[in-house]
């Protein structure tokens, strides 16, 4: 990443393949990377490396992974023509003295620009009450004074790990006005340059026109976050919420929805649909009668209610005046009281969010240890719905966890499961949300390990509770879980949908979340008998058919293969010269680019075997294998993978239906007994260590 957009500085250097990638953030991961000390850099953008560079050439930052252009905005948001009235302007033009932060932050300090995101700023507006949150989120050393380089960055959690988010300070103007978020003190700029690096985590602003305000809580803290229905309240609601008040929650709430979605401004001076910030909870009396009362913020900044508790209300007058000078607000700011009752009356949700959920926990000493994982579901594999798909819900995401014994397990909750959904599609607009949910079943000692198969779900009773389904980014539930070792089974509702996703498992003792199936056992184990014995005894003839002074070559054995072993019956076009040439490499003991007679019978028995394996699984005979099947296929051949090895197979050796053909799929077994014999063979233990000619020798030959 340059500094600015001259051509001559642009640099053509092949970006690493994705699974190179996914190798290098999973080291970094293991390195520490990724934590609120140590974020993993969006975009692989390294703040104070641009800084510096910006610096040293005397000039200001531009960011090219999210420049200052129409596409950043994103569709939708404005009219075209409004679009071509935006403009793109830094700080420094827009006042003399621009600040990052002036003084301390406030939820004052924020206002609605000309397009409307009312969740992100309730939850701007809640974020003001944790300057300890707030300063993790918005890194020191930069600012409008030393160091200025048109560059900033801001800290998020996202799905399970930190990231760094660089920007440059261009910020969308639109008549004079704000695009969204807007400053009301006019030389403080850390709202819309937050929001700004929260659009380039989103995609573009559009992205950021409907939203939840428990995604945005969740992407400033991590932990865990709570949504909590008030058409069906928890008995102990407001415990929950003065417990999340005191130990520094961020918290939000919707008002129940209209007919439209238009935010309709009721009588009352609630806003239908609308997301407000949770600021304050406080019990008082009033006449000596104990009234549970709960603070609200309009990030509107006006239009308040005007029932009991509001500005306006008699009911103050029954309250002692040290408490009324307290409490009392009377000013036009979009804060307000109402009492407990109402708000279940009128909102719709409250979502609580902390770094730990110990806000539902009675004993105040408990500590909390947390264990995530992430996976897929993918179609054909991993896919399979929910619990009522009896013949293939087992072959979801299962990920074992171990409760260890808790001293005050009968005081209140011990466990919490949290699962995420992440977007197909980093832009929010071209992703939908799937109905997740998730299920727990108890493990008898006879299935501590392994896949739990089909048969267990059944034939045995272990199933202890389920959770959703839900079309929300974000499920969480507390339970009373006896200590023990169980089996968390995330599913989507309908099967055959993919998505990714996080599980995360809180609990009051130490627990370690694994998936069952991440561990690859590359033993491969060929039955000792052939079905098709003629077919192998006729090796002999159809090599000195074939070959050339007592070897064969690519162009040689792609004619053998499609004449005699296939026999022409193909719908894909037979052995493709390629394939031909990747076969002989992995069977070639001598590196001759030829198979003599000893390397082609080794060949020619494997091709028997696997066709036989392939006809087998074929079950609905189209002459493709599905993912489901492929997977068998493997299974049999003693092979274990992953289901990320499995999808990475299918990318690259089936066609666009992710169906695997034949002569793809024999391909594909050789290249994988070969690699995993080379591993076997070179390394020590689960470590291979190569140099750098060793790894481009294997790498460009086989």
Known sequence: MSCTHNNHQETYTMPSPGICQKMLKNQQIEDGLGTIASPMKFFDQDFHVLRDACLLQNTRFVDKTFPPVMETIGPGLVTP?????????????????????????????????????????????????????????????????????????????????????????????????????????????????????????????????????????????????????????????????????????????????????????????????????????????????????????????????????????????????????????????????????????????????????????????????????????????????CLTNSDSFWMNPQYRISLEDASDLESSYNVVISLIQKPLHRKRCLSSFLHIGFYIFRVPSQFNSGR???????????????????????ISERYTLPPGNYVVVPSTYNKGQEGKFVLSVFSKTKNNIQEVDSNLNLNLKFPKQVANISEVSTYEKLFAKYSQDEEIDAVHLQSLLNDVFLRGKTSTGGFSFETCKSMIAVMDHSSTGRLNLYEFKCLWKRLIILQNIFNEKDITLTGFLSLSELWQAIQSTGIKISNELLILISLRYGNPDDKIALENFISLMLRLECMADIFKKLSRGNVMSLQQSEWMNITMYL
């Open 81 to 385: 023509e409004q679009m071509t009235r935006i403009e793109w302007i830094r700080p420094i033009i827009l006042h003399p003295d621009p600040q990052l932060i002036v003084k301390t932050t406030s939820r004052f300090d924020i206002a609605q620009g000309s397009v409307g995101n009312c969740w992100f700023l309730a939850a701007l507006g809640s974020l003001t009450f944790h300057p300890n949150i707030l300063t993790q989120i918005i890194p020191g050393e930069q600012g409008f004074k030393n160091m200025y380089a048109g560059i900033f960055h801001f800290k998020f959690w996202y799905f399970g790990k930190w990231v760094d988010v660089v920007i440059d300070d261009k910020l969308p103007i639109l008549d004079g006005k704000y695009l969204c978020v807007s400053p009301k003190t006019l030389n403080e700029f850390w709202p819309p340059l937050l929001e700004k690096a929260y659009a380039k985590l989103c995609g573009s602003y559009t992205n950021m026109q409907h939203g939840s305000i428990s995604e945005a809580l969740l992407d400033f803290t991590g932990g865990v976050q709570m949504t909590i229905k008030l058409n069906n309240p928890p008995e102990d609601l407001w415990s929950i919420m003065r417990k999340a008040t005191e130990m520094n929650s961020l918290i939000g709430c919707g008002s129940s929805p209209g007919a439209t979605k238009e935010n309709t401004v009721l009588e009352n001076g609630l806003v239908e649909g609308h997301a407000y910030s949770v600021t304050g909870v406080y019990e008082l009396k009033s006449f000596d009668v104990d009234v549970k009362l709960i603070r609200l913020w309009n990030p509107w900044g006006n239009t308040e209610w005007n029932g009991a508790w509001s500005d306006q209300s008699s009911k103050w007058k029954g309250v002692h005046e040290e408490q009324k000078q307290k409490l009392y607000l009377k000013r036009e700011d979009g804060e307000f009281w109402m009492d407990i009752e109402d708000f279940k009356n009128y909102f719709d949700t409250v979502n609580i969010c902390n770094e730990s959920p110990g806000f539902l926990d009675s004993n105040a000493n408990s500590i909390w240890t947390e264990s995530t994982g992430s996976g897929k579901w993918i179609r054909g594999i991993s896919a399979s719905g």
């Open 452 to 474: 739990l198969p089909q048969e267990f779900f059944t034939s045995f009773n272990h199933h202890v509770s389920t959770f959703g389904f839900l079309n929300a980014r974000n």
